[in-house]
């Protein structure tokens, strides 16, 4: 069965201190891995996708990595605008059907 | 160009009652997946539809069900409700439904069963 997992589930940081979160997959036949944010009473929303080990993309303050076993999302030098969910997930079973993990909950304190 | 729009966005129901979830993708996108989202189990998926066609569907029990109209829009319905149907039914649309095609959410409705 295919199975994300995400650690930790909770990270209180200060702002300007720097952080990883980290995402585990038992996928058979990865065909992408995204990471998504979601803020509290709304739905996710779209931030990267890999696609192979090695691969990296950047996005403001945010950098996801990838590797065969596992992804890591770096934040860098963060804002109280950051804090919100962030979701790893992995398309498993055909189609849109996407295995997510729980979730890291993620509080950038002034 | 407007999101994925949800409705209701609030929904308060008894055991046993059913209820019907309204989803409108995003102008163009055909393919609409459902998902359930609970603090326990995070996102779960439910079912996607392309053209009015289901093409996949997760685990879930036969009380849940789903349906697609020829303008992409979507419902679902969940009969005989139970308590532990208590959670946030996100809906997705996306352009073809591609496997590694990004998922654009809507706000979700939130479900209480009491």
């Known amino acids: 069965e295919d199975q994300v997992t995400q650690s930790p589930e909770a990270l209180r940081l200060q702002e300007g201190e720097s952080s990883s979160l980290n995402c585990s997959y038992t996928?058979?036949?990865?065909?992408?891995l995204f990471w998504y944010r979601q803020d509290p009473g709304k739905g996710p929303e779209f931030l990267f996708t890999?696609?192979?080990a090695g691969e990296e993309k950047e996005k403001e303050r945010l950098k996801a990595t990838l590797t065969k076993k596992e992804s890591f999302l770096h934040i860098t030098a963060p804002k109280p605008e950051d804090s919100a969910t962030y979701l790893c997930a992995a398309p498993s079973g055909g189609y849109q059907k996407v295995t997510f993990g729980i979730g890291t909950k993620l509080q950038v304190i002034p | 160009k407007a999101g994925v729009t949800q409705t209701p966005r609030y929904l308060i129901k008894t055991r046993g009652q059913q209820v019907t979830l309204s989803c409108s993708p995003i102008?163009?996108?055909?393919?609409v997946s459902w998902y359930q989202q609970t603090p326990g189990q995070g996102l779960q998926f439910l079912f996607e539809?392309?053209?009015?066609?289901?093409?996949n569907k997760g685990n879930f029990p036969g009380r849940f069900s789903g349906r697609q109209f020829s303008n992409s829009r979507s419902e679902m319905n969940v009969s005989t409700l139970e308590l532990g149907d208590s959670a946030l039914y996100l809906c997705?649309?996306?352009?073809?439904?591609?496997?590694?095609?990004?998922?654009?959410f809507g706000s979700g409705t939130q479900l209480s069963v009491l």
């Open positions: 997705a649309s996306s352009f073809l439904g591609d496997t590694n095609e990004k998922l654009f």
């Open positions: 890999l696609y192979s």
């Open positions: 102008s163009g996108h055909r393919s």
């Open positions: 996928v058979s036949g990865l065909r992408g």
């Open positions: 539809y392309f053209s009015e066609t289901q093409r």
